[in-house]
């Protein structure tokens, strides 16, 4: 075990009733380093999820080990240094957006002393004005913004993300990931993000992991090694389209590694 980074080692989990032969994880190698930004992408099934839940500790595992910096995924969830985001904004619908943002410090005798205020995080998303508004009052890009501001209010170690973008047009969700590198930059954390987006994948990571399924086991990890900001130039640039190609063409070999052989026969009138 090793604490200067998230170590996955042989990682297997079979769902109960699940077929025994197909496990949803096998024999996941993973290492991500400490202030990482890391994607996963893969088809649908391959266990993205599944990873992320087992990384947050909100499910245990059959085989293998999950090291966080040292810690287990359950140490670390008992410290609350593990922030989870998920597709869909579970925001209190009685409790204005400040007062959302503000809950997690607020019930937790383990929220860090030196942690940014409601304002601060309300801020750094572009929501101040909106402070005193309830959820129901907000569009769908205000409340993820509202979730991404509350999961960094426990200033997470690990910020675990399941496709949190994916419901939003193409305008807001840039808007919202250049904030999201914002924060992550600035609050040292370390992110694993799930997105089926190729583009999303490559503008945001430090490195994408590919996943192919059945088994869901890990592909390929590629390293993106464009510069950071991240700004226009950046991701309009040469290199990004070749790097989003490269992304591409390794989602399509897993695909095929991973497809059972009915899979590869089109159906009827399809060609
Ligand atoms: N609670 C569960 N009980 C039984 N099987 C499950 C459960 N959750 C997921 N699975 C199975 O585990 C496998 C991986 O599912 P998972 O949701 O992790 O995939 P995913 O890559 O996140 O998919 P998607 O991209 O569609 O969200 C699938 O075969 C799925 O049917």
Known sequence: MTDDHIEIRGLTKRYPGGDPERPALSGIDLDIGHRHFVSLIGPSGCGKSTLLRVIAGLEGHDDGSVSLFGESPR??????????????PALLPWLTVRQNVALPSKVNRRAPRNGDSPDELL?????DDAAHRYPHEL????????AIARAFGLRPEVLLMDE?????????REALQIQLLALWQSRATTVVFVTHSVHEAVTLSDR???MSARPGRVHEVLPIDLPRP?????VSGLRTNDLERRVRTCLQSAWESGAAPDDLIPPAGVR
């Open 230 to 234: 991240r700004d226009r130039e950046v």
């Open 164 to 172: 949190p973008f994916s419901a939003l047009d193409e305008f807001t």
């Open 139 to 146: 569009s769908g890009g205000m409340r993820q913004r509202v």
């Open 75 to 88: 140490e670390l969830c008992r410290r609350k240094a593990v922030g989870l985001v998920p597709q869909t």
């Open 123 to 127: 801020r750094a998303v572009g929501l």
């Open 208 to 210: 994408v992991v590919v």
